[in-house]
């Protein structure tokens, strides 16, 4: 263990970021519009994910309720990860596979925003919920990671961060979620 092993693993990252850039920016923007004019219209946002993305949707969620840079009116988002009853009933009675799905069908308005966080790309219960969401009429986004699995095909708008290593998908991520809050804030109120 020595700075140079942290020096090695902050290139790495600034590499994915740098990749993240090159490949994804135009699909971010398209992002980017599609939340703010969801939220315009009166419609909501939808987040889910499994471990470390159930962190990031609670946290996307929580920069849209709250706010990211600006004061401003609450915007309303909410994380599918949350709700213990919810969750552990509908695994109970359903099967893990469910658990976003049954959130959605009850929650879910033609012309919500659906967002799947999976760094995999092949997360079941993020890929059944984004199917519901699609017949529903919803607009969808997955964030990604590696080639963007099998959730890729069925999204709206993909946005997969091209890097094997979990770490700095979930780091690419993280940043990606702060441009996506940062834009749609100076969109709606800047």
């Known amino acids: 263990m020595t700075v140079e ?7 790495k990252l600034q590499e994915s970021l740098s990749k993240a850039s090159e490949v994804m920016s135009d699909d971010i923007l398209l ?22 993305s ?3 949707a ?3 969620a929580a920069e ?13 988002a909410i994380a599918l990860t949350t709700d213990s009853s919810i969750l552990t009933a509908v695994g109970n009675d359903y099967g893990f596979d469910e658990i976003f799905k049954r959130q959605v069908e009850a929650l879910a308005q033609p012309g919500d925003v659906v967002i799947g966080i999976s760094t995999s790309g092949q997360s079941d219960n993020v890929f059944h919920a984004l199917s519901s969401a699609n017949e529903i009429g919803c607009k969808t986004i997955g964030l990604l990671g590696r080639d963007g699995g ?5 999204v709206d708008i993909d946005l997969t961060v091209p890097v094997q ?3 700095y998908i979930q780091g690419a991520h993280g940043s990606i979620i702060h441009i996506i809050c940062d834009l749609v804030e100076k969109d709606m109120f800047g």
């Open 31 to 52: 992002s980017c519009r599609a939340i703010a004019n969801a939220l315009k219209q009166g419609n909501k946002v939808l987040i889910m994910g499994n471990g470390g």
């Open 58 to 60: 609670q946290h996307f």
């Open 54 to 56: 159930a962190a990031d």
């Open 150 to 154: 099998t959730i890729a095909s069925i």
């Open 165 to 167: 290593y979990t770490p």
């Open 64 to 76: 849209l309720v709250g706010r990211f840079l600006l004061e401003r009116k609450a915007l309303p």
């Open 5 to 11: 092993d942290i020096r090695n693993h902050f290139e």
